[in-house]
């Protein structure tokens, strides 16, 4: 009788034993199965990103520039290799009505340039004097600077699109819609 019950034993000690393998080969298989999906998501995740920030490597073409909140504007025309020619304007509220001011001139001697890096940020090196105007709207002075710094990439939206009045009229305008990091 002892060595039925010893071999019943070592039976079900035997059989615990596969169990608890299998079940461990089961608890390896859902994990590896869990890390493949959650690294082939990641690898869709990149994809739909990278197609949202085009890659570019020619820093040549026209660039708007604004500051709202200063009522700035203007573009810069960059050629193939990185020199920028920069017209930007504030609008000024003068004694004979609103009016286009130049706010940025060139300093001559020096030369301003739009580079994009390898990793697709715009780099900005641009030296320029800075317009001073008074309340009447006469230059009163010039300020030397260096506009200097990197852009990050991000996702933008331009076209043209009706800006439709009361009366039905609906001239077209350009618009431009930046997303701004961070926000969903």
């Avoid at 002892?2 to 169990?19: E, L, R």
């Avoid at 020199?83 to 706010?103: S, V």
């Avoid at 001559?108 to 009447?136: C, G, K, M, S």
């Amino acid at each position: 009788m002892t060595d039925k019950t010893t071999d019943s034993t070592q039976s079900k000690t035997s059989i615990s034993s596969i169990a608890v393998g299998i079940l461990g080969i089961l608890v390896a298989i859902a994990q590896f199965g869990k890390s493949y999906y959650e690294s082939e998501k990641a690898k869709e995740e990149l994809a739909r990103l990278k197609v949202q920030v085009p890659t570019t490597t020619s820093p040549a073409g026209r660039y708007r520039w604004e500051v709202a909140s200063e009522s700035w504007w203007g573009y810069i025309d960059v050629n193939e290799q990185g020199i920028a020619n920069i017209q930007m304007w504030k609008l000024a509220n003068c004694p004979a009505g609103a009016q286009k001011l130049r706010l940025f001139d060139p300093i001559r001697d020096r030369t301003a340039r739009l580079t994009i890096e390898p990793d697709n940020r715009v780099h900005v090196d641009f030296p320029v004097v800075q317009n001073r105007y008074d309340e009447n709207c006469n230059k009163i002075g010039a300020d030397p600077k260096t506009l200097k710094g990197y852009i990050d990439p991000t996702r933008a939206y331009y076209g043209e699109i009706a800006y439709e009045k009361e009366d039905g009229d609906a001239p077209p305008g350009g618009m431009v819609l930046i997303k701004l990091p961070g926000t969903h």
